[in-house]
């Protein structure tokens, strides 16, 4: 029909504006792909300069300094919106548009609404609101270790790591748990398009998963404006009377997007490190309490998101070349974890380095990660209980990247528990 083809055009265009600004080009340009080792080319950048011009007219680089500059300078913001896609009004999908997760939401919104949207859901992510969270990670963390138990080998990523972060977010949000698998394929389609979608089947899956995740919130909004009162996220934006559906819609969204995947791959991350690094496992096995030291220097040394971009308002100058309004520097915080003018020996892990803190794995600046403790939290959690049940763990196969450069991990992670049966 044609309200078909309006909506595939609408986000046929997105994906390849998003494309030709980022996504595979970029990557192409750079030699990445899933199958290679992101690191060294990382280091051909920081070999180029602190600023490195691209055909493309997009910037990079992989100082740390120059990308928590540009991060805190208020004369940089994430890309705008219509740089990515229209969010043309007039695409209408059954009398409305679709929202768009990423370009709406206040990750890439600048002040005063930036402000205004982050401020309403920054009450669920205080210290205090974190340590009445733990022990219900920890419960969860236990319920799907039990579940596991009794096999030999299971995937670490699928059977595991995935499993912990959806149930928080699906909590903090106030989705019923029988809601919490499609809940999940949602949040996957969606932080897949992150990357680009490469051909029509893609995108008419994102498309899908879109339109049936909004479908959801639409119903569960209404369901919490009869019956108001809860405490949780969902709960408190409907009960606000002055936000749009659109931004209603967009931040809820948000949390799901940034806050599954990535806490997904902060604990296959931090599990293949210790993997590789016996004496590591030595110390966690020992003192619990070192899996925090493990998580934080595993979001320095491989950290779930790869880079972000920042574009300035006017024209200004930067390592002594003159950037357009509006050019995109891609600010490559993988790299900036690795600065040997930051990190001492930063290619090695190592958890008891002093400066860890420095690193840029939540961005910093007004979008800093407002998850960051929940996700620290949730990593430390899944750690202690994953080697205290299983202290021989070992990697049983393969290990499948993710098909993706922003986001960096495992989808794929076969372990052995190293328990004997007993018969
Ligand atoms: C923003 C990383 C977990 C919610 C960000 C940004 C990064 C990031 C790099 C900023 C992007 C930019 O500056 O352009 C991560 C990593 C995580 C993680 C590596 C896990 C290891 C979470 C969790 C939540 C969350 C668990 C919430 C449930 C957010 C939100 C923003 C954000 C709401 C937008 C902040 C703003 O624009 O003001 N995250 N994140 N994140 N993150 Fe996280």
């Known amino acids: 029909s ?17 494309q030709a600004l980022l996504g595979d080009p970029a990557a192409r340009l750079l030699g990445l792909s899933p199958s290679r080792d992101p690191y060294p080319v990382y280091e051909s950048v920081r070999g180029r300069g602190v600023l490195v011009p691209t055909r493309m007219g997009l910037y990079l680089t992989a100082s740390h300094e120059l990308c ?19 969010v043309d009004a007039s695409v209408q999908v059954d009398g409305r548009r679709l929202v768009n997760p990423v370009e709406e939401s206040f990750l890439v919104r600048n002040p005063p609404d930036h402000t205004r949207l982050r401020r309403l859901v920054a009450p669920w992510f205080t210290p205090r609101g974190l340590r009445d969270r733990t022990a219900t990670v920890e419960r969860v963390v236990e319920e799907y270790l039990d579940e596991v138990a009794d096999r030999p080998t299971f995937d670490l990523v699928g059977d595991f790591a995935a499993r912990v972060p959806i149930q928080v977010i699906a909590d903090l949000l106030g989705v019923p748990g029988a809601d919490h698998a499609a809940f999940a394929r949602w949040g996957s389609a969606l932080v897949n398009a992150l990357d680009g979608v490469r051909d029509l089947r893609e995108m008419r899956a994102l498309q899908a998963a879109l339109r049936e995740f909004e479908a959801f919130l639409d119903d569960l909004i209404a369901h919490r404006r009869r019956h108001p009162g809860g405490d949780d996220v969902v709960s408190a934006l409907a009960a606000h009377d002055d936000l749009s559906r659109e931004d209603l819609i967009a931040t809820t969204e948000l949390l799901l997007v940034a806050g599954f995947e990535t806490t997904v791959n902060l604990i296959g991350n931090a599990v293949l490190e210790v993997l590789g690094h016996p004496g590591v496992r030595e110390r966690l096995l020992a003192d ?32 002594g070349t003159r950037l357009p309004k509006g050019t995109p520097v891609m600010l490559m915080l993988a790299a900036a974890n690795r600065d040997p003018a930051v990190f001492a020996d930063p290619h090695r892990f190592d958890p008891d380095r002093a400066d860890v803190r420095e690193h840029l794995a939540f961005s910093s600046g007004i979008h800093y990660c407002l998850g960051a403790g929940l996700a620290r939290m949730e990593g430390a959690a899944a750690l202690r209980g994953l080697f205290r049940r299983f202290p021989d763990l070992k990697a049983a196969g ?21 328990v004997k049966k007993h018969h």
Not at 2 to 13: D, Y
Not at 68 to 83: K, T, V
């Open 68 to 86: 928590s500059r540009l991060l805190r300078d208020p004369g940089f913001g994430p890309l705008p919106a219509g740089a990515l896609s229209p």
């Open 398 to 418: 393969r290990v499948h990247r993710r098909p993706s450069r922003v986001i960096r991990g495992a989808d794929r992670l076969p372990v052995s528990t190293g």
């Open 2 to 18: 044609t309200v078909k083809n309006a909506t595939l055009l609408f986000l046929g265009r997105a994906v390849v504006r998003a």
């Open 288 to 319: 619990p309490g070192y899996a925090d030291a493990v998580v934080e220097e595993t979001l320095r040394h491989d950290p779930p998101v790869q880079y972000t971009v920042r574009v300035p308002f006017e024209s200004t100058e930067v390592a």
